[in-house]
């Protein structure tokens, strides 16, 4: 079970890194968006896990994750001087839902290409069931990424200042 969690924190760590290099944030951020990355994906493997974790779905165990990742990325903005989405979005990003998204529109092809019933009743249940799942993941990813900076707003906003106001 550890070594699965060290390898999910290592590779989001290093889809983190990646996506911050697109938006060349400064070099201290780096590290903080692969910590926090690593932190965030983890957590949401192990709260996901029915054996060793939680066993939650995905949904609620995203939002946690990704609060876990925003008050990270609050918490670390005034170290590395730069706003918090600075290292909010790149550590995130690891956390799309793609395979959801492939499985939709997979679905949806087949629904609409189906020739009868039976096939067209499987292949509607698929795309939404795929379709909400992949839906409420990307909702729950934008709430629980940008609920701490509105709570910790004073931290958030002052971040690039030298001093708390």
């Not at 965030?40 to 946690?64: C, E, K, N, Y």
């Not at 609060?67 to 550590?91: D, H, R």
Request: with cysteine; hydrophobic share 55%.
């Amino acid at each position: 079970m550890w070594t699965q969690i060290f390898e999910d924190a290592f590779f989001s760590a290093i889809a983190a890194i990646g996506f911050a290099a697109i938006s060349t944030p400064p070099r201290n951020c780096f590290a903080v968006c692969a910590l926090i990355a690593a932190t965030g994906h983890s957590l949401r493997f192990w709260l996901m896990d029915a054996q060793f974790g939680a066993g939650m779905h995905i949904v609620p165990a995203t939002f946690a994750a990704s609060f876990v990742i925003g008050c990270l990325s609050v918490f670390f903005s005034p170290m590395t001087k730069a706003p918090a989405e600075t290292c909010l979005f790149p550590s995130l990003l690891p956390m799309i839902p793609g395979i959801y998204a492939y499985k939709t529109f997979g679905a949806m092809v087949k629904f609409v290409l189906s020739s009868n019933s039976m096939q067209s009743d499987y292949y509607f249940s698929q795309l939404s069931s795929n379709g909400f799942t992949c839906m409420f993941i990307l909702i729950c990813m934008a709430l629980g990424s940008t609920l701490p900076v509105f709570l910790f707003g004073r931290i958030a906003f002052s971040a690039t200042r030298r001093k708390f106001l």
